[in-house]
């Protein structure tokens, strides 16, 4: 790695840290220049506007969390327990307790879910692509026999979501310290009655 890749991987890291404490709207190469000890120009040779800044970090915090969930999930056989070993990363990444702000992503859907530009639709492809790798995971647990053939994968998709949000929530704003095995009984529910398709 050259040292202008190593610099600008150091703002990276400093991008991220500070877009889950203020959000991305909160970030500015003003504010990082600052936060960085170094010049605006410094920072704006790497990026050369907040736009390209926002959406340098959510592809940055896209990778960690491809290493640190769909990854070690992959290493899981297909069919239950790789939908299984998505949740529980999945789970410790969305509280990242150690970490202020927890999940960028949850934080940047609230806050670009109605502002049209190129950061919305970054983040509205990731997040799509993400739900595309995760009905894929449980389509394969239903071609392993592992889910009922008619299981819908759209709708428990929808449902494993809507898990991941309730325990971000609870465990980061009201400080529930039951929300993560909630969650998680909440899947092993899902498991025993999965959704499936309604018949026309």
Do not use: N
């Not at 991305?24 to 506007?49: N, P, Q, R, W, Y």
């Not at 290493?67 to 297909?78: H, M």
């Not at 999940?103 to 692509?129: H, M, N, T, W, Y």
Request: net charge negative; aromatic share 8%; glycine share 10%.
């Amino acid at each position: 790695m050259s040292k202008g890749e190593q610099t600008r991987q150091h703002i990276l890291g400093t991008a991220l840290g500070m877009a889950r404490e203020r959000g991305l709207e909160g970030l500015t190469i003003g504010s990082l220049a600052d936060g960085l000890a170094m010049s605006k120009s410094g920072v704006f040779a790497h990026f050369g506007s907040k736009e390209e800044l926002q959406i340098a970090v959510l592809k940055e915090a896209a990778e960690r969390f491809a290493e640190q969930v769909l990854r070690p999930a992959l290493a899981q056989p297909r069919g239950v327990a790789r939908v299984r070993a998505i949740l529980q990363h999945w789970l410790a990444y969305s509280v990242a307790s150690g970490l202020p702000g927890g999940c960028l992503f949850i934080a940047a859907a609230a806050e670009f879910d109605d502002k049209p530009g190129p950061v919305r639709d970054f983040l509205q492809q990731q997040q799509s692509q993400w739900r595309l790798s995760l009905l894929k995971a449980i389509q394969m647990a239903v071609d392993a026999g592992e889910l009922p053939a008619e299981t819908d994968p759209e709708q428990f998709g929808f449902e494993l979501f809507a898990l991941v949000l309730a325990s971000h929530h609870d465990q980061r704003l009201l400080g529930e310290t039951q929300a993560l095995g909630r969650a998680q009984r909440g899947f092993e529910r899902l498991l025993a009655y999965p959704p499936l398709h309604l018949s026309h």
